[in-house]
């Protein structure tokens, strides 16, 4: 059973950096094909992918905000790190990191998500 | 950048047939994955590459695809699949998209 668990603030200002966390279990991304990504979702609105990071560390990035996301992983603690600068009001929303499977295909969806972490921007 | 299309909300009598649809130019190429997300809760994966079910989806979900369209199917729908379904895909090379989501409402 994969697990995976967001952290990070709940509440950040203005033009400040956020930083999230994604901890996850049951899978491991030094397994060829593995890959994390990040997802969010402003209240009442649609998913909008962010980011993933593979097994064999490389990165892709939604093309909307590339110049302000960065995605690292630490594959021995299991964890994914994903940063946003200059955050903005319209950057409130719930985050959510997914666990990408290893499969014989270059496919692109999330087999198991994390629970979500609201992340609020205001002064 | 592509797009993928839902249609915003289509609702479904219990115990009968709905079909969901997400259209978008790279479906030509790259297959579907569908996701269930019920209030406050987070996505689940109903369908995965087209027509693949994960271990413990019900057999009344089922996906498909032509052309530049991919369909999830719920036969014989049950209360418990009033939800929001989203679509997503490759967009370009690495990255993924998702559509605007279809909220389904069974009466």
């Known amino acids: 059973q994969i697990t995976l668990r967001e952290s990070g603030p709940t509440l950040v200002k203005p033009t400040q950096t956020l930083t999230l966390t994604c901890t996850f279990s049951?899978?491991?991304?030094?397994?060829?094909?593995?890959?994390v990504g990040w997802v969010r979702q402003p209240p009442g609105k649609a998913l909008e992918w962010l980011a993933v990071?593979?097994?064999?560390?490389?990165?892709y990035y939604s093309p909307s905000l590339r110049s302000r996301l960065s995605i690292s992983k630490d594959a021995s603690k299991n964890q994914v790190v994903l940063t946003l600068t200059n955050m903005a009001p319209v950057d409130t929303a719930t985050y959510y990191c997914?666990?990408?499977?290893?499969?014989?295909?270059?496919?692109?969806?999330?087999?198991?998500w994390g629970q979500g972490t609201p992340v609020t921007v205001s002064s | 950048s592509s797009e993928l299309t839902q249609d915003p909300a289509v609702s479904v009598a219990l115990g009968q047939t709905v079909r969901i649809t997400c259209q978008g130019d790279?479906?030509?190429?790259?297959?579907a994955s569908w996701y269930q997300q019920k209030p406050g809760q987070a996505p689940i994966l109903v369908i995965y590459?087209?027509?693949n079910r994960p271990s413990g989806i019900p057999d009344r979900f089922s996906g498909s695809t032509s052309g530049n369209t991919a369909s999830l199917t719920i036969t014989g729908a049950q209360a418990d699949d009033e939800a929001d379904y989203y679509c997503?895909?490759?967009?370009?090379?690495?990255?993924?998209?998702f559509g605007g989501g279809t909220k389904v409402t069974v009466l």
């Open positions: 790279n479906l030509r190429s790259y297959p």
């Open positions: 049951g899978s491991s991304l030094t397994t060829t094909g593995v890959g």
């Open positions: 990071i593979y097994w064999n560390d490389h990165k």
């Open positions: 590459v087209n027509n």
């Open positions: 997914a666990h990408r499977p290893t499969s014989d295909g270059d496919y692109y969806y999330f087999d198991y």
């Open positions: 997503n895909s490759r967009d370009g090379v690495g990255t993924y998209v």
